[in-house]
T-cell receptor, first 112, second 113 residues
């Protein structure tokens, strides 16, 4: 089983749509969770951290289910500028030297 | 102001050559990283340094040797380049550890012919 799994997509949605991405991780000892965004031929950039209680940042909502080892990202009212690849990222522990594991990413294409 | 910079941006070279990629961050961060993103877009950590000390060394061929002359710089030297080394290499930094936001450089696109 892969350490961090995401549906690669692509997700093709019209502007204004609501879209949800899912991610599962295999290591139950994982401690920190993030969503990064990567535009075509650009570097990844942090979109948001994911907290146990769930968190929201404008049109973006992230949720974590530790029991199911599942992370989600919900984007409401999609904009053309949301088109990108969304990377689910998991940190496997608090100790220095533990690895940050990236999923392969989910591609979103928002069209007018 | 560029937070994390890498040079060169593009690197095309022949198999068997030795090449270096430089990375600098002006954020005052303690921890720096090298990642490899292959043609399938899979991003994988290679090395991490904290205050010039190696803390992560994933299963990477020993042809790859990172060097950190100070905490603001983490360079990557690659010996005897192979076709499979072709990828985008990203440098990144974070304030103290993997727990925090990582800031990535623009990437170095390496093509080995």
């Amino acid at each position: 089983r892969k350490e961090v799994e995401q549906d690669p997509g692509p997700f093709n949605v019209p502007e204004g749509a609501t879209v949800a991405f899912n991610c599962t991780y295999s290591n139950s000892a994982s401690q920190s969770f993030f969503w990064y965004r990567q535009d075509c031929r650009k570097e990844p950039k942090l979109l948001m951290s994911v907290y146990s209680s769930g968190n929201e940042d404008g049109r973006f909502t992230a949720q974590l289910n530790r029991a199911s080892q599942y992370i989600s990202l919900l984007i409401r009212d999609s904009k053309l500028s949301d088109s990108a690849t969304y990377l689910c990222v998991v940190n496997q522990g608090h100790q220095a030297g533990t690895a940050l594991i990236f999923g392969k990413g989910t591609t979103l294409s928002v069209s007018s | 102001d560029t937070a994390v910079s890498q040079t060169p941006k593009y690197l095309v070279t022949q198999m068997g050559n030795d090449k270096s990629i430089k990375c600098e961050q002006n954020l005052g961060h303690d921890t720096m990283y090298w990642y490899k993103q292959d043609s399938k877009k899979f991003l994988k950590i290679m090395f991490s340094y904290n205050n010039k000390e190696l803390i992560i060394n994933e299963t990477v061929p020993n042809r790859f040797s990172p060097k950190s002359p100070d905490k603001a710089h983490l360079n990557l030297h690659i010996n005897s380049l192979e076709l499979g080394d072709s990828a985008v290499y990203f440098c990144a930094s974070s304030l103290y550890s993997l727990q925090e936001t990582q800031y990535f450089g623009p990437g170095t696109r390496l093509l080995v012919l």
